[in-house]
Nanobody, 112 residues
């Protein structure tokens, strides 16, 4: 069953910002490391950011200093704040959690 749903994608100009949300249907999310992945056309899926249950984070080098992953366990939510967006950030962004699987993805397009 679908347990993760992403939202917040859209079209933004280079240098702009978007905030993505991942909503879980179960509170088990509080026990899991949660990831944001992205996949651009013609490219492999890559891990963008990860956050542990206690809030420790890791980022791909390509997004360090620009993206911030966060979580609100009380709301069963994970977020990805994306600033200073570049055309290279264009991709479908998906959240993933162990025992939860994948969300359906949300399209982010960065273009002038």
């Amino acid at each position: 069953q679908e347990k993760l749903v992403e939202s917040g994608g859209g079209l933004v100009q280079p240098g702009g910002s978007l905030s993505l949300s991942c909503a879980a249907s179960t509170s088990i999310i509080r026990l899991n490391p949660m990831d944001w992945y992205r996949q651009a056309p013609g490219k492999q899926r890559e891990l963008v950011a990860r956050i542990t249950p206690d809030g420790s984070t890791n980022y791909a080098d390509s997004v360090k200093g620009r993206f911030t992953i966060s979580r609100d366990n009380a709301k069963n939510m994970v977020y990805l704040q994306m600033n200073s967006l570049k055309p290279e950030d264009t991709a479908v962004y998906s959240c993933y959690g162990h025992f939860l699987g994948w969300g359906q993805g949300t399209q982010v397009t960065v273009s002038s």
